[in-house]
Every structure is written in structure tokens, then in C-alpha cells.
């Protein structure tokens, strides 16, 4: 069954850096999603991606956050200087059709600033 | 306003019985969908239901919506060991005309199925 990938599994990056989490959505899937989890706290939507744009982002997703879908099978969200409150995990997420679509996820990042 | 709520927090059974997940939101949804995750692991997708729906199934799977109570159940009929994981009840509301749908999740019922 096609599933989404995403690498690497475990990040590990001094604050301040750039880090950039890739994604392989479900080949055929035309919408694309960032959402993290922060250890015991519920899982949060950051953005969401069709036609080579942002259609929504939350309050999290600020300057810092991009994303980009470079070459139309990779999924690229970067966070450009890194704060120890990005420390997380994140999932990406893709669906088929209009959200009225079962969203499939990936296994995550786990992310952690130091 | 939070959205998604389940409760219990936490459910332990025996294998064999059925648990019962229960969700609440506040706001209108276009879907709600379940979710399992295994300790640290992914998402895995169980089922969507829409919000002209009431019920649906799916294995030992069933999904109730009552969308005057906003309020959906997950119930999992003869429990398995492998049962055990955290369920989470996510809805799924378009703020913008482009066709992607943001999902909104709950904090989850930690499921304990007890061999």
C-alpha cells in the first residue's frame, strides 16, 4: 500500500541553525500538509500545500517556517533559525482529492534543538 | 475554543471486550476522522466520517456522528492485544476556498487492551 515517507527519522540541530525535514507524499496525492506534536501535547496543523502554494497556515507557521515542493515528488518543510521550542515532531501528511479526503501521515521527525 | 476532545483519557480492557472512545468539537466540520498511533510512531488513518453521515463501519470498526450533539464515538468490537495505542478523533473544517481541509486534533484516549 503507498505510504509517506519522511527522513530523516531523528534530528538533531544546535539552536540557530537551519533545518530542512523532507517528505515523499503518496504519489498520486495533490494536497500536502505539515502538522508537529510536542512531547505529550496534541497534534498541531501548521500549513497546507496545493498547486505549488500555501492555502492555509496556522498562528505557528511564521517567518521562520517554509516550505517548498522542489522537484514534484518531494516535500520540504525548513525552519530557518531554529528555537528550542521547535523541538518536536513533525509529520507530514498527504490526501488525494479535496480534504473531504482521508489525510495519510508519515511517521514523523522527531526533532530536537539543543 | 478547543476542538476534538475524546474521552476517556485512558481506557484498559481485556482482550476480547469492546472499547468505547467518545469525541466532542465545538465548532461546524466538514469530516471527522479517527487515528491510532502506536508509541512513537505515525498517524495511522482508521476512518473518516462526512458530516452528512451518521454512521459507518469499517471491520471491527464502527463510527457513529451526531453533528446536533457534535459529538462521535469509535467503538472496537473484540479487542485485540494489538488494539493497544492512543486514538485521536480529528476534525476536518476548509477556512479557504483552495480544497485543503485543516485538521483540528484532540489529545487522544490511551487504549490499553490487556492479553
Known amino acids: 500500500e503507498p505510504e509517506v515517507t519522511q527522513t530523516p527519522s531523528h534530528q538533531v540541530t544546535q539552536m540557530g541553525q537551519e533545518v530542512i525535514l523532507r517528505c515523499v507524499p503518496i504519489s498520486n496525492h495533490l494536497y500536502f500538509y505539515w502538522y508537529r506534536q510536542i512531547l505529550g501535547q496534541k497534534v498541531e496543523f501548521l500549513v497546507s500545500f496545493y498547486n505549488n502554494e500555501i492555502s492555509e497556515k496556522s498562528e505557528i507557521f511564521d517567518d521562520q517556517f517554509s516550505v517548498e515542493r522542489p522537484d514534484g515528488s518531494n516535500f520540504t518543510l525548513k525552519i530557518r533559525s531554529t528555537k528550542l521550542e521547535d523541538s518536536a515532531m513533525y509529520f507530514c501528511?498527504?490526501?488525494?482529492?479535496?480534504?473531504?479526503?482521508?489525510?495519510?501521515f508519515g511517521d514523523g521527525t522527531r526533532l530536537s534543538i539543543l | 475554543s478547543q476542538q476534538g476532545e475524546e474521552d476517556p483519557q485512558a481506557l484498559s480492557i481485556q482482550e476480547g471486550e469492546n472499547a468505547t472512545m467518545n469525541c466532542s468539537y465545538k465548532t461546524s466540520i466538514n469530516n471527522l476522522q479517527w487515528y491510532r498511533q502506536n508509541s512513537g510512531r505515525g498517524l495511522v488513518h482508521l476512518i473518516l466520517i462526512r458530516s452528512n453521515e451518521r454512521e459507518k463501519h469499517s471491520g471491527r470498526l464502527r463510527v457513529t456522528l451526531d453533528t446536533s450533539k457534535k459529538s462521535s464515538s469509535l467503538l472496537i468490537t473484540a479487542s485485540r492485544a494489538a488494539d493497544t495505542a492512543s486514538y485521536f478523533c480529528?476534525?476536518?473544517?476548509?477556512?479557504?476556498?483552495?480544497?485543503?481541509?485543516?485538521?483540528?486534533f484532540g489529545k487522544g484516549t490511551k487504549l490499553s487492551v490487556i492479553p
Open positions: 501528511a498527504s490526501s488525494a482529492e479535496t480534504g473531504n479526503q482521508p489525510q495519510h
Open positions: 480529528a476534525t476536518g473544517r476548509a477556512y479557504s476556498g483552495a480544497g485543503s481541509y485543516q485538521l483540528t
